[in-house]
């Protein structure tokens, strides 16, 4: 069934350092989510990517669909702080959303 | 409500006790799904419905899990002689659209915790 990898599993970074955490899928995907969970919180919608090669910005987040769409990437510019947290994609299987196992991010300040 | 209401927030039972944990979810959002997470993993779905049908309930670990959504709105997910495995965060979460597609809107979740 419908698979989605994310690498690295946990990522340390010093405050003003740039995240990035990547997303492979093993089928083509329609579109592809990213998820935001802070430490003991639920996973909060970022942003859906629909178009192939499609880049979005939010302020610091850069995320970004492959060409192909079975990749994505979610880049973070000048961590800060308030960056902690886990970072999941999600992609359509069937009538579900899978969830990726996530990159967790910790910041020294 | 405002958003998705799950309750209780936190649960501890014994082994082989019979457990509901209920999901209200956003007023007007027709999908509900329904995920698993442990620790340091992501969500693992369970099932999902579409108005008061189980659209996609192959998530579903084994037969003493099930799921209802009797009129389209609140959701009861009904674990049946629970056991230590089934110790997890258990997510609901609600969507306009269904199917994969549009935003999914997380509660707090409950938290099972089975001695």
């Known amino acids: 069934g419908q698979q989605v990898m994310q690498i690295p599993q946990y990522q340390h970074v010093q405050e003003g350092e740039d995240f990035t955490t990547y997303c492979n899928s093993s089928?083509?995907?329609?579109?592809i989510q990213w998820y935001k969970q802070r430490p003991g919180g639920h996973p909060v919608f970022l942003i859906q990517?629909?178009?192939?090669?499609e880049v979005k910005k939010q302020k610091r987040l850069t995320f970004q669909f492959g060409e192909a769409k079975k990749n994505s990437s979610l880049h973070i510019t000048a961590t800060q702080t308030t960056d902690v947290g886990t970072y999941f994609c999600?992609?359509?299987?069937?009538?579900?959303?899978?969830f990726g196992q996530g990159t967790r991010l910790t910041i020294n300040p | 409500g405002a958003g998705v209401s799950q309750t209780p927030s936190n649960k501890v039972t014994e082994k082989g006790k019979y457990v509901e944990l209920r999901c209200d979810p956003i007023?007007?959002?027709?999908?509900l799904y329904w995920y698993r997470q442990s620790l340091g993993q992501g969500p693992e779905f369970l099932i999902y419905?579409?108005?008061?049908?189980?659209?996609?309930d192959s998530g579903l670990p084994n037969d003493r899990f099930f799921a209802v959504r009797p009129e389209g709105s609140v959701s009861t997910l009904k674990i049946q002689r629970t056991e230590r495995g089934d110790s997890a965060m258990y997510l609901c979460?609600?969507?306009?659209?269904?199917?994969?597609?549009?935003?999914?809107?997380f509660g707090e979740g409950s938290r099972l915790t089975v001695l």
């Open positions: 979460a609600s969507s306009l659209t269904g199917q994969g597609i549009g935003e999914l809107f």
């Open positions: 007023s007007g959002h027709t999908a």
């Open positions: 990517l629909v178009k192939s090669g």
């Open positions: 419905f579409q108005g008061t049908g189980a659209a996609d």
């Open positions: 999600a992609g359509p299987g069937a009538q579900k959303l899978v």
């Open positions: 089928t083509t995907l329609s579109n």
